[in-house]
């Protein structure tokens, strides 16, 4: 195959060129440790302050509010066990919801373990919570809310500013799982009242194993890795100085052509749903149609397999997702189509297409004109 169209940028992100050379200095020329205190140590130490304090001003919070990490599932996990394993003598009830990425509902898994209580909040049949559910659902005992801003399968973007002002009327922490919201749309910590948030650097065309997790001051969380006193002794390790100096690089050029890419990409989904939904039968638009990621489409073809679609398109050079990526291997349906009301075998028959601002329409004709005749062949194979 000579070209691939690659439409899984939920999945990762090609990290951008400049990315990538932005990186390069750190990994050849600056290896030095950031602790040391020498010329070369002491270059890393300033270009790390400089990338959290230009991450911090992308989200409207201070410097010291950032903490680096080593993607979006430790971000993630940090924000639900720190808080957790901090507020322990307050309470120990949690709100999460049932389309969480795997990274937050696992960690709630790892608590109810040790003994907290996990309350998981429903979603309507396009992927929204019920701000009523959230409210009834807080208890003297509870210490933390955790929803995401956007979910990762079907792009539904969750009432976060809504959630959280319930939230916070009750005095409770809030979390956000921002990683696919973060620099894709404008996010502001204080308009959305948010005490957590997790963003990952491979979500918006950064390195991979680069994120961070966003902590308001005075907001009691534990410690994440133990060890020396790097990210003020809340996460140890030696910095990773190029996957920092990459996502914020990263993060500098998608908020520099974060409108631009918001109405391209935004357009060219509406065309590709659009001539989805016309040209193809017994077909389904999973999510909303409207509080939507500009890149998101997700479709049920009733009568096939996701997976064996997803073979038919890689043969065509298209590469895409069904179900979750992180659920690739497994054959569970996906809980966040089941969340919504999919039964397993319409669950089964979803296809996840996630665009960038590279992708053109003469692309998305194609990747039209391949879906019809796989769509075809696979229900007349099927009988
Ligand atoms: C990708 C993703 C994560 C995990 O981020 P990693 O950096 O891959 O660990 C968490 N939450 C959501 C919503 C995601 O899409």
């Given amino acids: 195959m000579d070209q691939i169209i690659y439409m899984d940028n939920a999945a990762t992100t090609k990290p951008r060129k400049e990315v990538v050379e932005a990186m390069m200095p750190y990994l050849e020329e600056y290896y030095a ?28 919070a201070e410097p010291e509010e950032i903490y680096f990490t080593a993607g979006g ?45 996990i309350t ?15 409210e009834e659902a807080i208890r003297e005992d509870t210490i933390l809310v955790s929803i995401m801003a956007a979910n990762n399968e079907i792009g539904t973007l969750e009432p976060i500013r809504e959630a959280a002002s319930i939230v916070k009327a009750k005095e409770v922490l809030f979390h956000t799982d921002a990683v696919q919201m973060y620099g894709q749309m404008p996010l502001d910590v204080n308009y ?15 390195p991979r194993g ?10 009691k969380i534990s410690p994440f890795i133990n060890g020396g006193g790097q990210e003020h ?21 998608a908020f520099r052509t974060m409108n631009y890419r918001m109405r391209k990409e935004t357009y060219h989904r509406n065309y590709l749903i659009r001539r989805i939904l016309n040209e193809i039968p017994w ?17 049920c073809f009733e009568g096939i397999e996701g997976e064996s679609l997803l073979i038919l398109l890689d043969m065509k050079g298209i ?10 291997g497994n054959t569970e349906p996906s809980h966040v189509l089941n969340a919504i009301g999919l039964d397993d075998k319409t669950a089964d028959a979803s296809l996840r297409l996630t665009l960038n601002e590279d992708i053109t329409r003469k692309d998305l004709d194609y990747v039209v004109e391949v879906l019809k005749e796989s769509v075809q062949s696979l229900r007349e194979m099927s009988g």
């Fill in 73 to 117: 599932s430790e971000a993630d996990n940090w924000a639900l066990k720190g808080v957790a394993h901090a507020n322990r003598e307050k309470g120990r009830h949690i709100i999460t919801t049932k389309i969480e990425h795997h990274a937050v509902l696992n960690s709630c898994r790892y608590l109810e373990e040790e003994g907290y209580e």
């Fill in 233 to 253: 002794g809340m996460r140890a390790g030696t910095e990773n100085t190029a996957a920092i100096v990459g996502m914020a690089k990263a993060a500098e050029l």
């Fill in 192 to 206: 959305l009242k948010t005490d957590l948030l997790s963003a990952s650097g491979h979500k918006f065309r950064g």
């Fill in 33 to 60: 440790n950031p602790s040391s205190i020498y010329g070369i140590a002491m270059e890393n130490q300033k270009v790390i302050q400089e990338s959290r304090k230009f991450i911090a001003e992308t989200l409207g």
């Fill in 210 to 219: 680069s994120g961070f997790l966003y902590v308001r001051k005075g907001t």
């Fill in 319 to 328: 590469c895409a997702s069904a179900g979750s990526a992180c659920t690739t």
């Fill in 283 to 299: 077909v389904k638009l999973n999510g909303h149609p409207y509080y939507r990621l500009p890149s998101n489409a997700n479709f």
């Fill in 120 to 134: 998981y909040l429903n979603v309507d049949e396009k992927g929204r919570i019920f701000l009523n559910e959230l």
